[in-house]
């Protein structure tokens, strides 16, 4: 079997990790290419064994394409559609981290109906949809689903409880922007930090409320039809109470850039974290209510990445698609249902099974 010759547009954080994932294993011929000189320096420094090409100011993505199997979109959404129209171009297999948005789906369009084309291959959107799916397909009917994702320091050493782990303005859109949810069977948007809760898992509390940014495409949930769909993050407590002083009682919900260099400057980089994702689901057996909570844990592992544990399972869950695709196990065209995966198997897979720990115990705080 020849290399599957993959191509990563952006060296950053996410882009570097999936490359170091990638270029380990012989199946794969990698090549990142990046604008930023510096950025391909660090992606270098880590001895990662992926090719690296510089790209010109006026360089076509698809003329970088040529020759190539997939093109991987790991760059900041503004700059998305760019590569969505090289890969369409160049007629190769595509993938990125972000929910389709009507823009790049209709570049992609075309291009699904002759290669494989995978949308959201993150954490959220991403696993935490597979998993959620999956559960559903185990406990039906279902009334309520309420889906949890906490990216979060393994030992807080501030009021926060927080640090810089993926991106400061992806974590201010998150507290600022409206929450796609189901209420009564039909789409709707919350406002965010509302629906608080309570809960410890394996003995340590920790608070959820309402985000955006974390499942946007809904419509995966359609073949169980929920009648209610929660998205919401995981903190320690007291984190959303100072997040609220911040955005509210002094007004920084409205002075973006100075809330910005406050949290950048503020928070520590965090490289030892800890992703809970937690599932919840409600339904009822006959007159009898029933919950069913699935619960995992990532952590770092300085033996297969040497990125965080958020960074670690997005790459590691594109990685685990992109070998399935090697493999033939997902088809050579259309829009990927990735969410109907398996998720045993995935969660099985080389590139995530090292970050995965034992399940979490559960358990809802009143109050």
């Keep these: ?38 950025a391909l320096d660090r992606l270098r420094g880590l001895g990662c064994a992926a090719k690296t090409h510089a790209l010109g100011r006026e360089e076509e993505i698809h003329a970088v394409l040529a020759g190539r199997d997939v093109a991987v979109g790991a760059v900041p959404e503004t700059a998305l559609a760019q590569v969505a129209a090289g890969a369409a171009r160049a007629g190769v297999h595509y993938l990125d981290f972000s929910a389709a948005t009507a823009r790049t789906r209709g570049l992609l369009e075309p291009l699904a109906r002759e290669r494989a084309v995978f949308n959201g291959c993150g ?12 559960l559903l397909d185990t406990f039906s009917p279902v009334t309520d689903l309420t889906v949890r994702v906490g990216a979060i320091p393994r030992y807080p050493t501030n009021r926060l409880g927080y640090g810089q782990i993926w991106n400061v303005d992806g974590l201010i859109d998150e507290y600022t922007r409206p929450s796609a949810a189901i209420r009564d069977g039909k789409v709707v948007e919350l406002t965010p930090l509302e629906d608080y809760e309570r809960l410890s898992i394996d003995g340590v509390a920790y608070e959820g409320f309402v985000t955006s940014g974390g499942i946007e495409d809904l419509a995966i949930f359609s073949d169980s039809m929920p009648k209610n769909v929660t998205v919401k993050t995981l903190r320690y407590p007291g984190h959303l109470d100072y997040m609220r002083f911040l955005l509210d009682d002094l007004g920084l919900r409205h002075r973006r850039d100075m809330l910005k260099s406050l949290l950048y400057n503020g928070l520590p980089v965090i490289e030892d974290d800890v992703l809970l994702l937690v599932v919840t689901a409600r339904g009822c057996r006959g007159r009898q209510p029933t919950e069913r909570t699935i619960c995992h844990r990532f952590s770092p592992n300085a033996a297969c990445s040497p990125f965080n544990a958020l960074t670690s399972v997005a790459a590691g869950y594109a990685a685990t698609l992109l070998s399935m695709l090697q493999a033939g196990t997902i088809g050579p065209r259309g829009f990927v249902a990735h969410h109907r995966i398996d998720t045993d198997r995935l969660l099985a897979s080389r590139f995530i099974r090292p970050l995965l720990g034992a399940p979490g115990d559960v358990r809802p705080v009143a109050g």
């Design 1 to 38: 079997m020849s290399p599957l010759k993959i191509t990563i547009f952006g060296a950053g954080n996410i882009g570097s990790a999936l490359a170091v994932a990638l270029a380990a294993d012989p199946t794969f011929d990698v090549e990142v290419a990046d604008g930023s000189e510096q």
């Design 123 to 134: 954490v959220s959107p991403g696993i935490i949809g597979n998993i959620a799916c999956n």
